[in-house]
């Protein structure tokens, strides 16, 4: 499986963005997605993940309410709309893939990562 991550940028707090993660490959939609997050110094981080059939999404608490995880099987695409971005959600953010049903907070959960795609909020 290989996943490509797009839509990072530069935004001012408060503002939106949407992360898209394409994925190819073995077959997307019997794959749990998520999106962690590694800011400078810091460890990867959880931030949002979605079960293969797209219920039951999972948030960071520090996320809640201000992100939202979404999924396309026929697109085998996986989105993170970020609105009410603030500079300490200033990171790379990475989507990934694993086989299985749930929606997972563990990196190891995980088996296919993307590249990354930077995403910088300014105060």
């Known amino acids: 499986v290989q996943l490509q991550a797009s839509g990072g940028g530069l935004v001012q707090a408060g503002g939106s963005l949407r992360l898209s993660c394409a994925a190819s490959g073995r077959t997307f939609s019997t794959y749990r997605m998520g999106w962690f997050r590694q800011a400078p110094g810091k460890e990867r981080e959880f931030v949002a993940a979605i079960s293969w059939s797209g219920d039951s999404p999972y948030y960071a608490d520090s996320v809640k309410g201000r992100f939202t995880i979404s999924r396309d099987n026929g697109k085998k695409t996986v989105y993170l709309q970020m609105n009410s971005l603030k500079p300490e959600d200033t990171a790379v953010y990475y989507c990934?893939?694993?086989?299985?049903?749930?929606?997972?907070?563990?990196?190891?959960?995980?088996?296919?990562w993307g590249q990354g795609t930077q995403v910088t909020v300014s105060s």
């Open positions: 990934a893939t694993g086989v299985g049903y749930s929606a997972d907070v563990r990196p190891t959960a995980y088996n296919y």
